[in-house]
């Protein structure tokens, strides 16, 4: 079955940790997306990818980073420079100019 | 810049009654419009899409219309099921795509039908 898989479902991080959240989807997708969700709140982009080796910020890049190394790949790192970095974090993939395809989602708190 | 506004939340109703999300844009030129939902805990399904003025999208019983001329994709279904309790967001992708299909994201309308 072809889809978006994110690992884990819930992540704790102790204050001062970086964390990678995972994302992988076997669609054949070139595009990639981060997003947040806070509480009763709508999603906010991270980071996106149009292509393998090649990312851009989006509208709320501070405090995390990404790599694309694969086509299929596309982790994402909350470093101890993000201030409240608890929330729910939604990857999802896109042929362009289309429709996104979203991943169950990890929901990381910090302790 | 591009924008999505939709009615907010919740909105409670009974089982079998109708169902209307208000959801108007902002944007340049002539975006695709989209209808994601998301169930308690998960991540966003497609729920339907327009890409152009006037496409009507469809899909379980749920409808919404690309209407230009009052910039809407209002989001609507005859006869809601306690099953379609969830969050719906009403989304648009801007054109030329050398946004690269980046959605911009309404703030999301929390729907609970009771039996």
């Known amino acids: 079955d072809g889809g978006i898989t994110q690992s884990p479902k819930y992540l704790f991080r102790k204050e001062g940790q970086n964390v990678t959240l995972s994302c992988e989807q076997n669609l054949n997708h070139d595009a990639m997306y981060w997003y947040r969700q806070d509480p009763g709140q709508g999603l906010r982009l991270i980071y996106y990818?149009?292509?393998?080796?090649?990312?851009q910020k989006g509208d709320i890049a501070e405090g995390y980073s990404v790599s694309r190394e694969k086509k299929e790949s596309f982790p994402l790192t909350v470093t101890s420079a993000q201030k409240n970095p608890t929330a729910f974090y939604l990857c999802?993939?896109?042929?362009?100019?289309?429709?996104?395809?979203f991943g169950p989602g990890t929901r990381l708190t910090v302790l | 810049g591009n924008s999505v506004t939709q009615m907010e939340g919740p909105v409670t109703l009974s089982e079998e009654a109708f169902l209307t999300i208000n959801c108007t844009y902002t944007a340049t030129g002539y975006p695709s419009l989209f209808w994601y939902v998301q169930y308690p805990g998960e991540g966003l399904q497609l729920l339907l899409k327009?890409?152009?003025?006037?496409d009507k999208g469809s899909n379980k019983g749920f409808e919404a219309t690309y209407r230009k001329e009052t910039t809407s994709f209002h989001l609507e279904k005859g006869s809601v099921q306690v099953s379609d309790s969830a969050v719906y967001f009403c989304a648009l992708s801007a054109r030329p795509t050398d946004s690269w299909g980046k959605l911009q994201f309404g703030a999301g309308t929390q729907v609970v039908v009771t039996p």
């Open positions: 327009a890409t152009k003025a006037d």
């Open positions: 990818s149009q292509i393998v080796n090649d990312f």
């Open positions: 999802a993939s896109g042929a362009g100019g289309n429709e996104q395809f």
